[in-house]
């Protein structure tokens, strides 16, 4: 975010070309102090099926309020939510893949 990591924001990749089966899970990570992040689909860290996808980010924090667990409302403002309108894109390959930064304002 402005050239700092978004520590804790949420990272989710949503299939580009919709159609056919809806799948069972949405890859998604949450970001880690010095800006990386590792995706989990169905099991920790096991990352995302080959294909195209648009990329919707989210960043709240979790609060505590009378033993509940409950988040703030969006940092970036919705900004980044909706993977058809945030212009984040990923597209991943077979085998290890290491995204490229992704620059939010």
Request: charged share 25%; net charge neutral; proline share 10%.
């Amino acid at each position: 975010m402005q050239g700092k990591p978004a520590a804790g924001a949420t990272v989710t990749l949503y299939p580009a070309t919709p159609g056919g089966e809806k799948p069972r899970a949405f890859p998604s990570a949450v970001v880690q102090p010095d800006g990386s992040f590792r995706v989990t689909t169905f099991s920790a860290y096991d990352g995302a099926p080959p294909g195209d996808y648009g990329v919707a980010v989210t960043w709240s924090d979790e609060v505590r309020s009378d033993g509940d667990a409950l988040s703030t409302p969006d940092r970036l403002q919705g900004r980044y939510a909706d993977p058809a309108t945030s212009g984040l894109k990923a597209m991943i390959k077979p085998g290890k893949n290491e995204l490229k930064r992704f620059e939010l304002n």
